[in-house]
């Protein structure tokens, strides 16, 4: 079974702020997953996607095809009312509306979907954006299934500019 979280560059949190659960200057991960195996991904995300669903900000969505089931995400323990999602969002602009959405401070989380790794340049967009808006931002990337690859086939990367 191949399995990859992969949260990477994080932004500086403060002390308080990590004793609380919640960032106070800003935080961008990425995520690479399996799409064949998606509740491996939920199961990493949900307990963070409920516990921010405790703020009085909203969740954006940002989903390059699929909408939202309004079943899923109450039965994921969502915030029906705090979830909004823009579907069909081309790619080339995921990375621009995630800057505006996690400036703002609307959104306790802004998730987007990519095909591609982020540039330097977009990693330090989001991150002084998430900064700005006391936000988390998270980069769902895929990776497809290759049943002939050899190799290391499951592990759980982190890094942080806390530990580097």
Not at 4 to 29: D, V
Not at 43 to 52: A, F, G, S
Request: proline fraction near 5%; aromatic fraction near 8%.
């Amino acid at each position: 079974m191949y399995t990859s979280g992969y949260a990477n560059r994080s932004t500086a949190f403060s002390s308080s702020a990590r004793c609380a659960g919640y960032p106070s200057t800003g935080l961008i991960s990425e995520v690479i997953y399996r799409e064949d195996q998606p509740l491996l991904t939920q199961l990493l995300l949900l307990p963070l996607l409920q516990q921010l669903g405790q703020q009085s900000r909203w969740q954006l969505w940002l989903t390059p095809q699929q909408k939202l089931s309004r079943e899923w995400v109450q039965s994921a323990g969502l915030p029906l009312t705090k979830v909004m999602q823009i579907n069909q969002l081309s790619p080339c602009h995921t990375v621009d509306s995630m800057v505006r959405a996690l400036r703002t401070g609307n959104y306790s989380v802004v998730i987007g979907w990519l095909s591609e790794e982020l540039t330097q340049e977009e990693h330090d967009r989001l991150a002084q954006a998430a900064e700005a808006g006391e936000a988390m931002g998270f980069i769902m990337r895929p990776v497809r299934h290759d049943p002939l690859r050899r190799g290391q086939l499951s592990g759980l990367k982190i890094h942080s500019n806390a530990y580097h």
